[in-house]
T-cell receptor, first 111, second 115 residues
Framework: QKEVEQDPGPLSVPEGAIVSLNCTYS??????FMWYRQYSRKGPELLMY????GNKEDGRFTAQVDKSSKYISLFIRDSQPSDSATYLC???????????FGGGTRLMVKP | GAVVSQHPSWVICKSGTSVKIECRSL??????MFWYRQFPKQSLMLMAT?????????EQGVEKDKFLINHASLTLSTLTVTSAHPEDSSFYIC???????????FGEGSRLTVL
């Protein structure tokens, strides 16, 4: 079993839809949680960075962390075709550790 | 947001030659940098962790004599692919951890093609 599980998709939604992306993990020591967006042939771009449980909102993006369920989510409101990309969840035990990545979910937002 | 610059973004070389890829944190100090390899439609695979002023820590199965990593300053790490072969062709991505906040930022990646 992988430490971080993420549905690879592809997930196809119409423009304007609310998108829900999720990851589950098995290591309860993870405390820092991140979501990255990666366009084809580009490096990952940090979207959200949260510590421990709770919600964090930034524009159309909301990140949720439920440590009791070992489950994290990224919601995208009013999705746009430009949101079409691969979304990677990542987590680490503390600030100095390497990240453990999910496999990425490919999202396609159709106009 | 913070910027990590990776250079070159694209390189083609002949088999047997060595290629150096640079990773720079432009507006923050990075005690720790990471080097990844990514194959098409796959997630990032960590190759090594680079710590400023000390030897890099390589992941299992990664040849340290083939992938030389140097992290000589708080803003620069380099990856040298020595005696490159076609199977080394891949997308190499670096990331840098902001020493102050712990946030991790990625470079734009370097696409290596070995003929």
């Amino acid at each position: 079993q992988k430490e971080v599980e993420q549905d690879p998709g592809p997930l196809s939604v119409p423009e304007g839809a609310i998108v829900s992306l999720n990851c589950t993990y098995s290591n309860s020591a993870f405390q820092y949680f991140m979501w990255y967006r990666q366009y084809s042939r580009k490096g990952p771009e940090l979207l959200m960075y949260t510590y421990s449980s709770g919600n964090k909102e930034d524009g159309r993006f909301t990140a949720q962390v439920d440590k009791s369920s070992k489950y994290i989510s990224l919601f995208i409101r009013d999705s746009q075709p430009s949101d079409s990309a691969t979304y990677l969840c990542a987590m680490r035990r503390n600030a100095g550790n390497m990240l453990t990545f999910g496999g990425g979910t490919r999202l396609m937002v159709k106009p | 947001g913070a910027v990590v610059s990776q250079h070159p973004s694209w390189v083609i070389c002949k088999s047997g030659t060595s290629v150096k890829i640079e990773c720079r944190s432009l507006d923050f100090q990075a005690t720790t940098m990471f080097w990844y390899r990514q194959f098409p439609k796959q997630s990032l695979m960590l190759m090594a962790t680079s710590n400023e002023g000390s030897k890099a820590t390589y992941e299992q199965g990664v040849e340290k004599d083939k992938f030389l990593i140097n992290h000589a300053s708080l803003t620069l790490s380099t990856l040298t692919v020595t005696s490159a072969h076609p199977e080394d062709s891949s997308f190499y991505i670096c990331s840098a951890s902001d020493t102050g906040t712990g946030e991790l930022f990625f470079g734009e990646g370097s696409r290596l093609t070995v003929l």
